[in-house]
C-alpha cells in the first residue's frame, strides 16, 4: 500500500538531523502548487500566492528560499513533496481540547432536535474536575495528535471545564505545556453552585481565578450569551473582560451564538483580536464588524452548526461586506467534537459559500491575525517551515475530498 506521508517523514528524518547540527541548508522539491498564502490581499484568489511546480529551501530554522522550481538555488540536501501540494500549517485559533468525560449521548438527542443550550457543559465540569492531571494531559495529547494529523500546527486552548480557582488554574497550566495561545475561559458558565448569587461568580472569575490564571494565559474569553441561562449578560461579559485587560490578557469574546446578542458589539468595542460563532448578527453588528476590520477577526465555527442542527453563520455577507474572517474547528464535547480542520474547510465551501480560496485563506492567515500572529498562517522567506502537505496536485482537494485523510502538518 502506498503511504506517502510515511516515506516523505522518513526523507525528513534522514537529511534533518544533519540540516540541523551542520546547518545546511534543504530543497523542498517537486511541489505541485505551493499556496503561500501570502499574496497581495485585493482577491482571496492573488492573497492565496500560489506558485506552481514550485521549491522551497529551508535552512538555520526558517525558509530562506520559495519560487518556481526551474529558478530554485543549489542546496546541500534535497527531499521530493512527488507533486504534492504544500500550504501554511493551519491555525486553529478556538478550541477547548482539555476534557475528560463523555457526551455522546447530548449529541444524539441534539440529532433528534433537542436544542443546544449550553446546559451540558457542567456534565463537562464535573467529569473534568474529577480526571487526574495524567488523565488530562492524555487526552489533551491524545488530541493534539490527532489535530495534527490533519494539518494543524498551531492551536488555541481554552480553559473553562474548571469553573474554580484550583481547576482553573490547572487546565490554564496544562493548556500552557503545549502551546502559547492560552485562553483564560473561567467565564465560560456559572456553575451550579453559584446558579443562586451569578454576581458572586462573576466576582470570583474576576479576582482570585484570574490571579491564579492570568500567568500562564495569553487571552482573556468569556461565553457572553443573554440568551443561555448559563452563560453571561453584556454587563457579566464586560465586568470579566475588562478585568482581564487590566491583568494583562487580550480579549476575544464567544458571542451571537444563540442568538442576537451584544457579545459583537463588547468585542468590537474592547478591541478584542476575536468574536467567535457570529451566527446571529444584526446589520449593527455587521457594520461594527467592517469599521473593526483591521483589529477584530470574525471566527466562523461551522463544525458547531454542523454538530448542532442549527443555521450557519451567514459567512458571504460578512466577507463582501469587507469583514475579516477566520475559520476554527472549536473543538469541545458539546459542541462539535471535531478538530478536523480540512473538515471545517469543507463545510465552509460546501454549507457556507466561501470560495475554497477564501476558506483556505481563513484557516491559515486569517485565523493567524485572530490571534494577532503574523509569521504563521502564511509561508514567507524568513518565517518557519510551518506547512501542511496535501496529497493532491491542488489545495482545492481539501475541500473537494471531504473526510478523506490526504493532509499531514508538515514541520523542519
Ligand atoms: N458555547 C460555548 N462553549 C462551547 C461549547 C461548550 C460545551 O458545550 O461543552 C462552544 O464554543 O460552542
Ligand atoms: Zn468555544
Redesign the pocket.
Known amino acids: 500500500m502506498r503511504d506517502f506521508f510515511g516515506a516523505l517523514r522518513a526523507d525528513i528524518a534522514a537529511t534533518k538531523g544533519d540540516a540541523y547540527s551542520d546547518g545546511s541548508s534543504v530543497l523542498i522539491a517537486d511541489i505541485a502548487e505551493l499556496v503561500t498564502c501570502d499574496g497581495p490581499g485585493e482577491t482571496a484568489e492573488s492573497a492565496l500566492g500560489i506558485i506552481g511546480d514550485a521549491a522551497l529551501i529551508h535552512q538555520h530554522g526558517e525558509v530562506v528560499w520559495l519560487g518556481p522550481a526551474t529558478e530554485a538555488p543549489a542546496a546541500d540536501r534535497a527531499v521530493s513533496l512527488r507533486g504534492r501540494t504544500m500550504v501554511p500549517g493551519f491555525v486553529d485559533s478556538?478550541t477547548?481540547l482539555i476534557f475528560a468525560g463523555d457526551r455522546s449521548a447530548e449529541f444524539a438527542a441534539r440529532m433528534t432536535g433537542v436544542p443546544y443550550d449550553g446546559g451540558g457543559i457542567a456534565t463537562t465540569v464535573a467529569a473534568t474536575r474529577a480526571a487526574t492531571d495524567e488523565q488530562l494531559r492524555d487526552l489533551l495529547h491524545a488530541r493534539l495528535a490527532e489535530l495534527r494529523r490533519q494539518g494543524t500546527t498551531t492551536v488555541e486552548v481554552?480553559s473553562g471545564y474548571g469553573l474554580d480557582v484550583a481547576a482553573e488554574s490547572r487546565l490554564v497550566g496544562l493548556a500552557r505545556e503545549v502551546t502559547d495561545e492560552v485562553t483564560y475561559l473561567g467565564g465560560h458558565v456559572v456553575p451550579a453552585e453559584y446558579r443562586s448569587d451569578r454576581a458572586a461568580y462573576v466576582d470570583l472569575v474576576t479576582t482570585e481565578m484570574l490571579r491564579a490564571c492570568a500567568p500562564h494565559a495569553r487571552w482573556v474569553d468569556v461565553f457572553c450569551e443573554p440568551a443561555s441561562a448559563h452563560a453571561f449578560d453584556g454587563d457579566e461579559a464586560r465586568a470579566i473582560l475588562t478585568a482581564g485587560m487590566a491583568a494583562g490578557l487580550l480579549p476575544r469574546v464567544?458571542g451571537n451564538q444563540l442568538a442576537p446578542g451584544p457579545g459583537v458589539q463588547l468585542a468590537v468595542e474592547l478591541r478584542a483580536a476575536s468574536v467567535?460563532h457570529c451566527t446571529y448578527l444584526t446589520d449593527a453588528d455587521v457594520d461594527a464588524l467592517v469599521g473593526a476590520a483591521d483589529t477584530t477577526v470574525a471566527t466562523l465555527?461551522p463544525g458547531v452548526e454542523f454538530s448542532t442542527r442549527s443555521p450557519y453563520p451567514d459567512a458571504r455577507r460578512l466577507i463582501d461586506a469587507g469583514v475579516s474572517v477566520a475559520i476554527a474547528s472549536?473543538c469541545?464535547p458539546g459542541t462539535c467534537y471535531s478538530n478536523a480542520m480540512p473538515f471545517m474547510i469543507a463545510l465552509a465551501v460546501r454549507e457556507m459559500r466561501m470560495t475554497p480560496a477564501e476558506a483556505l485563506l481563513a484557516a491559515t492567515r486569517g485565523a493567524a491575525k485572530s490571534l494577532r500572529r503574523t509569521t504563521i498562517g502564511r509561508l514567507a522567506v524568513g518565517g518557519p517551515l510551518d506547512a501542511a502537505v496535501v496529497d493532491a496536485p491542488s489545495y482545492l482537494h481539501l475541500a473537494y475530498r471531504p473526510g478523506v485523510p490526504i493532509v499531514r502538518a508538515f514541520g523542519v
Open positions: 478556538h477547548h481554552k464567544h467567535d465555527l472549536d469541545n
